[in-house]
């Protein structure tokens, strides 16, 4: 299958949760570690999500620095990366500010009933620009569907950055090449906080576990690098 380099990246506490249940969103890093996704990011040409992620944080997914969206623009690339959404149901918030950023478009990934439901919301936005389109992966989505499409627009590197449902989705699918992952130096603690990822069926068992490539220490973060079958 042609498809593009996926890197899966995730911070996360030491028992695994990706944030708490309070309104706040829970600082799980620290600026030096912000910086080196800062860096990834600028090396990708597109950065994936979930509906979950869009309604919690309304992230913008743009690249920080001037100097790497300078480095882009003299490689010939947009300042920022193409956004990409996952959803089953197609409910995105039309005046997320995903969508009213960046300047390299977005695709909202859905499937079924979700395709229409997706086309009104977008059809809602308040702006027309950057782009916008909805393209049907499947219902449910599928990675291998995802990917491909990608690949089509000329994505060579994608970013897939959660959140649980997400990082499942694509960990289950076999098609994720190198896992980073950031742990906080702290423990949450809630059952019902928000995980890494679901329960599923994972190629990566204790009979075939990732390969370690990389250990380093940010402040009291740990970052993990991992090289995934599928990328050796």
């Given at each position: 299958m042609d498809r593009p380099h996926t890197i899966l990246s995730c911070a996360m506490s030491v028992d695994g949760r990706i944030d708490d249940t309070g309104h706040e969103r829970l600082r799980l890093s620290n600026e030096a570690d912000f910086a080196e996704i800062?860096?990834?990011?600028?090396?990708?040409?597109?950065?994936?999500?979930?509906?979950?992620?869009?309604?919690?944080?309304?992230?913008?997914?743009?690249?920080?620095?001037?100097?790497?969206?300078?480095?882009?623009?003299?490689?010939?690339?947009?300042?920022?990366?193409?956004?990409?959404?996952?959803?089953?149901?197609?409910?995105?918030?039309?005046?997320?500010?995903?969508?009213?950023?960046?300047?390299?478009?977005?695709?909202?990934?859905t499937g079924g009933d979700g395709v229409a439901l997706a086309?009104?919301?977008?059809?809602?936005?308040?702006?027309?620009?950057?782009?916008?389109?909805?393209?049907?992966?499947?219902?449910?989505?599928?990675?291998?569907?995802?990917?491909?499409?990608?690949?089509?627009?000329?994505?060579?590197?994608?970013?897939?950055?959660?959140?649980?449902?997400?990082?499942?989705?694509?960990?289950?699918?076999?098609?994720?090449?190198?896992l980073r992952l950031a742990i906080a130096p702290f423990f949450v603690g809630e059952a019902d906080a928000p995980r890494f990822v679901l329960p599923g069926a994972f190629p990566h068992g204790p009979a075939s576990p990732m390969r370690l490539v990389g250990t380093r220490a940010l402040g009291d973060v740990v970052v993990l690098r991992y090289r995934l079958g599928a990328g050796e």
């Open positions: 800062d860096e990834l990011r600028a090396e990708c040409d597109a950065i994936l999500v979930g509906a979950g992620t869009l309604r919690a944080d309304d992230p913008r997914l743009l690249v920080r620095s001037p100097a790497l969206r300078e480095r882009r623009r003299a490689q010939g690339r947009t300042e920022h990366l193409l956004k990409a959404v996952v959803t089953r149901g197609g409910d995105v918030d039309p005046s997320a500010r995903l969508f009213a950023t960046g300047d390299a478009g977005a695709v909202v990934y086309r009104a919301r977008l059809a809602a936005r308040p702006t027309a620009e950057p782009p916008a389109e909805v393209v049907d992966v499947g219902d449910p989505p599928t990675a291998e569907a995802i990917l491909a499409d990608l690949a089509a627009r000329g994505v060579e590197r994608l970013l897939v950055e959660g959140g649980g449902h997400v990082h499942t989705l694509f960990l289950t699918s076999g098609l994720v090449d190198e």
